[in-house]
């Protein structure tokens, strides 16, 4: 038996999906910003998402999560929309995990 109700679960994944759109639609957000920020990142919920894939005897890999987490390849976003880290955002990006 499941700790989540079926409606439950059904809230988290539109909530899990509307955080994707959500997401894609702020691509100016650099995943660096989250981590500063938020302590997780994109590359993070591609992490989360292929462990509970695997968790539930799903074969994923690191790369099909990213594509469903970013929406594309990794490498087509990476191209079109990462920007380099700034010294300043590496700065608080360190401040914040010595925390």
């Not at 809230?11 to 955080?19: D, E, I, M, S, T």
């Not at 799903?58 to 990462?82: H, L, T």
Request: glycine letters at 4%; one cysteine or more; charged letters at 30%.
């Amino acid at each position: 038996m499941s700790e989540y109700s079926q409606t439950e679960i059904e809230l988290q994944a539109a909530a899990f999906r509307k955080l994707l759109s959500h997401l894609d639609s702020r691509k100016d957000v650099q995943n660096i910003d989250l981590m500063i920020l938020a302590g997780f990142c994109r590359n993070c919920l591609s992490k989360w998402y292929m462990a509970e894939a695997k968790d539930k005897g799903i074969e994923m890999d690191y790369d099909k999560a990213r594509e469903i987490v970013y929406g594309m390849p990794y490498s087509e976003w990476k191209e079109k929309y990462q920007l380099e880290a700034t010294p300043e955002q590496m700065e608080k990006f360190n401040a914040a995990n010595k925390k």
